[in-house]
């Protein structure tokens, strides 16, 4: 059967006003559902504050193949939590969806969200639902630095768990890139102001302070930045039940008292003297009367062949900073 002929003249014309005249529907279409909860058929409850969305599934599902299993599957929950995501930013996607406005110039009216912060949670949320132009976009603007260090390092972390390709090479990349500001800015990045359980779930201690490069004068300085961390989230080493929410499935719960641990072992007490010792970590409460014993005899002799503690440093360098001066001796840009 011959092909029927491309339209010409009138033809050609009718047609392209019969596609814009169907584009023109279908979007004031969108405009007009967005703005009211007419045929509304799925609910979302989003950030902590648990700020409650409505949106229809068909949309969603054309925009996003994320969205399309979500709320297309068996298990698909009513209302569904997105606690990962400010509702500011999800409120931006979904003008996105529907109504094509870029979502950077919806969201530079927001003082409340900094530049720095947007572009980082654009990043995140447009790559956990694929829009790969947008992802791409906001990834080239970023910039990491100590105030927003926090904030991309654990994006990176729970935008891995979603495991896209594309994404996951560049959370990786932006994760290396994180580690290496951290060697260089650690003495910035553990400020009290900075170094909050608000800004660093617990989860990621151990992974930073098992870093073996770091600008910092001493392994005292990590203790008394870990105690701090501990402290001032309400933890002491009498408290047996303090929890925190994982962000594996089903809201698993961690004891907190087990990260800290996990982080505190990575900490070199063998590159410390025993006056450092036992000025503050060995009257902590955070370790056993064996390993604080054990760890002085150490410290006093570290050619005896002493017991080890098993998942504590033995390392005695006592310069990490000097190590990160040989490494990142050349200029170094994050």
């Known amino acids: ?56 599934k068909f949309v969603l ?13 068996d298990a698909s929950p009513e209302p569904i939590s997105i606690p990962d995501v400010d509702p500011h930013i999800f409120e931006s996607l979904l003008r996105y969806i529907y109504l094509n406005d870029p979502p950077s110039e919806d969201l530079e009216k927001n003082k409340a969200i900094d530049q720095e912060s947007l572009i980082i949670q ?40 979603c495991g896209t390709l594309q994404q996951d090479s560049d959370a990786r990349t932006l994760i290396s890139r994180c580690l290496k500001v951290f060697s260089v800015k650690t003495a910035d990045i553990l400020a009290e102001n900075r170094f909050t359980y608000q800004n660093t779930p617990a989860v990621y201690l151990k992974k930073m302070f098992a870093t073996e490069y770091m600008s910092i004068e001493s392994e005292l300085d990590l203790f008394k930045a870990l105690q701090k961390y501990a402290n001032g989230n309400g933890w002491t080493p009498n408290t047996q039940f ?18 800290v641990r996990e982080a505190l072992k990575q900490i070199r007490y063998l590159a410390m003297t025993l006056k450092e010792f036992d000025s503050i970590p060995a009257k902590s409460g955070f370790f056993t009367e064996f390993e604080v014993k054990t760890i002085r ?29 040989l490494k990142f001796s050349n200029h170094v840009s994050f």
């Not at 303090?242 to 990260?259: A, G, W």
């Open 242 to 259: 303090l929890l925190e929410k994982s962000e594996e499935p089903h809201d698993t719960c961690i004891f907190i008292t087990e990260l």
């Open 61 to 73: 599902a054309m925009a996003s193949e994320v969205f399309k299993r979500l709320l297309y599957s």
């Open 122 to 161: 654009l990043w995140y949320v447009t790559s956990k639902y694929r829009f790969s132009d947008l992802s791409k976009k906001y990834y080239d603007m970023m910039k990491i630095n100590v105030n927003n260090f926090f904030l991309v390092y654990v994006s990176c972390k729970r935008l891995l768990k």
């Open 1 to 56: 059967m011959a092909k029927r002929p491309p339209p010409q003249g009138r033809d050609k014309v009718f047609a392209n006003y019969e596609d814009k005249k169907s584009n023109y529907i279908f979007e004031n279409g969108l405009k007009k559902v967005f703005h009211s909860k007419e045929l509304v058929d799925c609910k979302f409850l989003i950030g902590q504050e648990k700020q409650c969305f409505y949106a229809h």
């Open 297 to 325: 005899d150490r410290i006093a002799d570290q050619s005896a062949q002493c017991v080890s503690i098993a998942g504590f440093a033995t390392q005695t360098t006592k310069k990490r900073y000097e190590l990160l001066h």
